[in-house]
């Protein structure tokens, strides 16, 4: 399966590179990069953050145009684009994920909200 995953941070690209092992895996932190590798390639898990700057954990204004936020409001428009995608929305901003679940929910079906702190607790091996 391919996988695309929209992150700035190293620690958790670490993460999703061991847990998707076997996957091919487009990785980016660049809102233009997705875009272009949404429309070059099809997908079966997309992962989207919101905040994909460091600037962007210290203040309440909005930068739409540089966050996950323009990356779903893209799939919101474009169905056609990997139609079958399951799209997980892992950010920790809740306003920002609850933004980007209402654009998703424009155009899109197969798409959930799961912070990833619970990504990484469902991956869990069960001990």
Avoid at 40 to 54: A, P, R, S, T, V
Wanted: a negative charge; hydrophobic letters at 35%.
């Amino acid at each position: 399966m391919r996988v695309l995953i929209v992150e700035d941070e190293e620690s958790r690209l670490r993460w999703f590179r061991a847990n998707l092992i076997g996957s091919v895996v487009d990785e980016t932190k660049l809102v233009g990069k997705a875009i272009e590798l949404l429309q070059e390639n099809d997908y079966g898990q997309i992962f989207l953050d919101h905040d994909l700057k460091y600037e962007h954990y210290a203040t309440n204004e909005r930068d739409d145009e540089n966050t996950g936020y323009a990356v779903a409001q893209f799939l919101a428009d474009r169905p056609d684009l990997s139609p079958n995608a399951q799209i997980i929305v892992h950010s920790l901003n809740p306003s920002g994920s609850h933004r980007m679940i209402c654009e998703l929910h424009r155009g899109r079906r197969n798409y959930r909200k799961i912070p990833f702190i619970q990504l990484k607790e469902i991956a869990k091996p069960n001990r």
